[in-house]
């Protein structure tokens, strides 16, 4: 069994700062990579960012600049650090990883979702 445990979601000011964390626990065989989605109300989740086990980066537009991941393999956690907040980041984020429990298969996993809320 594999969980995705989030935190670090809140309530913040234009302009202000936030970090999420997002640990792995579980019969871990290897995490290929770890990412974060965000969902908005009334809109499609979207990619915001993701991060290989080699530590590649993919991230969307609209946060380059302003969002910075980074992973810590011996923890199994994926972080998100975001500044310059703005009212249009205000969304569910969802952690998502992409899980070996045995060498020769990987499945995709999802935590429950933290709430960031960008408001003045």
């Known amino acids: 069994q594999v969980q995705l445990v989030e935190s670090g979601g809140g309530l913040v000011q234009p302009g202000g700062s936030l970090r999420l964390s997002c640990a792995a626990s579980?019969?871990?065989?290897?995490?290929?990579?770890m990412g974060w989605y965000r969902q908005a109300p009334g809109k499609q989740r979207e990619l915001v960012v993701v991060?290989?086990?080699?530590?590649?980066?993919n991230y969307a537009d609209s946060v380059k600049g302003r969002f910075t991941v980074s992973r810590d393999n011996a923890k199994n956690t994926v972080y998100l650090q975001m500044n310059g907040l703005k009212p249009e980041d205000t969304a569910v984020y969802y952690c998502?990883?992409?899980?070996?429990?045995?060498?020769?298969?990987?499945?995709?996993?999802w935590g429950q979702g933290t709430q960031v809320t960008v408001s003045s």
């Open positions: 991060i290989t086990s080699g530590g590649s980066t």
């Open positions: 579980g019969t871990i065989f290897s995490i290929n990579y």
């Open positions: 998502n990883a992409g899980i070996s429990l045995i060498p020769t298969s990987w499945a995709s996993y």
